[in-house]
């Protein structure tokens, strides 16, 4: 089975950065997913599927990968161009576009 480390983006509810630092480790699914045909219930028989480990650096969830003799990919973030603007700089003289309203 093959476990996949990665660092978690934002969702689309979240502002901030929190809970964008950790590293996770968790395991890709050994078989699909069934539906209960009389409830409708998403269901698996994979237990790992369960299991999620979160790590404070990436060099930790390697090590311990390694040390546990788990396969791994290993997937580096893709860091967001992320441009501050204040609201004031709706206002500001320097302005490159122009009002719409």
Known sequence: MVARIYKPSRNAMQSGTAKTKLWVLDYE???PRQVE???GY???G???S????GFDSKEEAVAYAE???IAFQLQEPKE???RRIAYSDNF??????????
């Open 67 to 69: 040390r546990h003799g």
């Open 80 to 82: 967001p161009n992320r």
């Open 37 to 39: 045909p009389l409830m």
């Open 92 to 101: 500001s003289f320097r302005r490159v576009g122009q009002w719409t309203h």
């Open 46 to 48: 994979d237990m790992k």
């Open 50 to 53: 369960q299991l999620r480990l």
């Open 42 to 44: 998403t269901s698996s």
């Open 29 to 31: 699914p050994e078989q």
